[in-house]
């Protein structure tokens, strides 16, 4: 089975940005068909809201143009079976986010990897590819 | 000056076509590009999209890590509001 990617909101920053270059590996990765890439809605959100506060919404449009027109990144919609996994997982780790709490859900179901700039996520599961920023 | 070059491609089932190997790597198109198909007459022209491989650090450090900042602040912002009295 191929390797399977889960990106957190931050993910698509750090790409952005310029900051990590692990995260244009993944990137290129999941372009070639190399590994599996998946984004959930819920994080989509995150990192479209509190990017257009930084750079404005047509730059927002923008980015979300560019995740969007990349097919190999596949877009999660919530699950009833997520929404389930994700409230047991938030009623065991009280400093989780709901965030938080669905990108584990999430990735558990996948057997995913999250590819993230959140040091909980690292340490809630020590797999997750923590990216500097 | 811009070099114009021509080649030929054949067009399969259902409108496929292969564009040369040599037209891809120099314009960077990979599986996954998108590109921009225009009619001028009797003309198509094909234009590469940017797509998110080549965005890699188009927004500059600092400013991305301020996004950053931001969803983690939110976050944290949240589980402290669950835990206050």
Redesign the interface.
Known sequence: MKQRVLLDAGFFSVHFGGTDERAKKIVENAATGKLEAYVLHLNLTEFLYNYAAEFGWEAARTKHSLISSSIFIKQLATTEEIALKAAQIKLRNTSLSLADSYLLAAADILHARIATTNSTLKEVRPDSILLKF | MVTIMDWEVKVHDKGLIVLPAELRRELRI???S?LEAQREGNTIVLRP?????E???????P??????R???E???G??EA??AP
């Open positions: 990979r599986r996954g998108i999209k940017p797509s998110l491989l965005s890699y650090g188009s927004d500059g450090k400013r991305a890590a301020k996004v950053i931001r969803i983690h939110e976050r944290r949240e589980v669950e835990g």
